[in-house]
T-cell receptor, first 112, second 117 residues
Framework: GQNIDQPTEMTATEGAIVQINCTYQ??????LFWYQQHAGEAPTFLSY????GLEEKGRFSSFLSRSKGYSYLLLKELQMKDSASYLC?????????????FGTGTQLKVEL | GAGVSQSPSNKVTEKGKDVELRCDPI?????LYWYRQRLGQGLEFLIY????????KSGLPSDRFSAERTGESVSTLTIQRTQQEDSAVYLC???????????????FGNGTRLTVT
């Protein structure tokens, strides 16, 4: 099976930087995704890492270390609209099938 | 182009009735996923289709749940004899075909909110 852990809640200040961590245990690893989900809405794709290192996309960056089973999502210049749940999802590829398992999400609250 | 479309957006049903939820994926997306999300909780994997076949049905909670996909397009999730614990948002997502070492992001529909009374 797969085990994905991320903090339940985080609070940060507008304009600041926040790092959301995710640790996982899986076999057949085929990449890690980060999604953003606002309350009552569908998740939207933020980033994807399959190799070690940092992927940068504007205010959002994501890092992966496969040997440590660890990823983080870095959000810079926080805005109020960044208040949402951030979901870490691990892709597991097993002979013809691809399964994406989500963590329970980190609820981020951005305050003034 | 159109995104993933799910219908109905809301469904209220009485305990014991059967319900059918529909998902129209993005055209050309051969991979299709169903997830369930209970209020305030994370996404629970239900089933995954590659084309019309389902390599992984391990997430279906019970034999009351079934899903099918035809024409590598539309998928339906059927819940028989609904129970109150089935109340949740059912999310469908589609993607291009994933490969070992190369993946494709899932695009989600807005979900069907199911309430069993």
């Amino acid at each position: 099976g797969q085990n994905i852990d991320q903090p339940t809640e985080m609070t940060a200040t507008e304009g600041a930087i926040v790092q959301i961590n995710c640790t996982y245990q899986t076999s057949g690893f085929n990449g890690l995704f980060w999604y953003q989900q606002h309350a009552g809405e569908a998740p939207t794709f933020l980033s994807y890492n399959v190799l070690d290192g940092l992927e940068e996309k504007g205010r959002f960056s994501s890092f992966l270390s496969r040997s440590k089973g660890y990823s983080y999502l870095l959000l810079k210049e926080l805005q109020m609209k960044d208040s949402a749940s951030y979901l870490c999802a691990v892709s597991n590829y097993t002979g013809g099938g691809n399964k994406l398992t989500f963590g329970t999400g980190t609820q981020l609250k951005v305050e003034l | 182009g159109a995104g993933v479309s799910q219908s109905p957006s809301n469904k209220v049903t009485e305990k014991g009735k059967d319900v059918e939820l529909r998902c129209d994926p993005i055209s050309g997306h051969t991979a299709l996923y169903w997830y369930r999300q209970r209020l305030g909780q994370g996404l629970e994997f239900l089933i995954y289709f590659q084309g019309n076949s389902a390599p992984d049905k391990s997430g279906l909670p019970s034999d009351r749940f079934s899903a099918e996909r035809t024409g590598e397009s539309v998928s339906t999730l059927t819940i028989q004899r609904t129970q109150q614990e089935d109340s949740a948002v059912y999310l469908c997502a589609s993607s291009l075909v994933p490969r070992q070492g190369r993946n494709s992001p899932l695009h989600f529909g807005n979900g069907t909110r199911l309430t069993v009374t």
